[in-house]
């Protein structure tokens, strides 16, 4: 069954320190992968997403992620955190009909 | 930005009434599903929709009932709210079922029963 795990439930990185969070998925076939965002009282926003090809996949507010294979991990990244990225990371896989399956998501704090 | 919006934001209401979540999109999408998410836990499919007069259960079993009358409109239905329906209720809708299609997300309910 698919599944997708985020080891990390909070993270704590002081603001300007690069990011990076971890993403493992299980999937039969080529995973269609999803980074959303969810900052306090709101919806999920996407980041970023793999498809196919280039396996390193920019997003939207400097966030890029990598799409690793062989170790069945998109892990999320960051060269240097604003305090505005403080909310609440998930990481998701495709699933047949459209379906989502997501993490358990990571917490990321920012100090000043 | 996906214009998906969902009301009430927050509701308290007590044990035994009727509520009604409601969600609407305008971008004219097929696929629309409703997510359950308790306070740092995952979000867990609850119910989704292909299409009008189309509704199946999703993963996470719900005492909750939804309707697909109108592409643009899947409202959310608890005949009877308990304290254990406290969560936070998202809707979402995407453009096509494949299992590579982007869904978008409302803004959210947060729903506190007494």
């Known amino acids: 069954a698919q599944s997708v795990t985020q080891p990390d439930i909070h993270i704590t990185v002081s603001e300007g320190a690069s990011l990076e969070l971890r993403c493992n998925y299980s999937y039969g076939a080529t995973p269609y992968l999803f980074w959303y965002v969810q900052s306090p009282g709101q919806g999920l926003q996407l980041l970023l997403k793999y498809f196919s090809g280039d396996t390193l996949v920019q997003g939207i507010k400097g966030f890029e992620a990598e799409f690793k294979r062989s170790q069945s991990s998109f892990n999320l990244r960051k060269p240097s955190v604003h305090w505005s990225d403080a909310a609440e990371y998930f990481c998701?896989?495709?699933?047949?009909?459209?379906?989502?399956?997501f993490g358990q998501g990571t917490t990321l704090q920012v100090k000043p | 930005e996906a214009d998906i919006y969902q009301t009430p934001r927050y509701l308290v209401i007590g044990t035994g009434k009727k509520i009604t979540l409601e969600c609407s999109q305008t971008?004219?999408?097929?696929?629309m599903y409703w997510y359950q998410q308790d306070p740092g836990m995952e979000l867990h499919l609850i119910h989704y929709?292909?299409?009008?007069?189309?509704?199946e259960k999703g993963d996470l079993s719900s005492e909750s009932t939804v309707s697909r009358i109108r592409t643009e409109h899947f409202p959310l239905t608890l005949e009877s709210a308990r304290p254990s329906h406290t969560s936070q209720y998202l809707c979402a809708s995407s453009p096509g079922g494949g299992t590579g299609n982007i869904q978008y997300f409302g803004a959210g309910t947060r729903l506190s029963v007494l």
């Open positions: 998701a896989v495709g699933a047949v009909g459209g379906k989502l399956i």
């Open positions: 929709s292909y299409g009008v007069n189309s509704t």
């Open positions: 971008m004219g999408h097929d696929k």
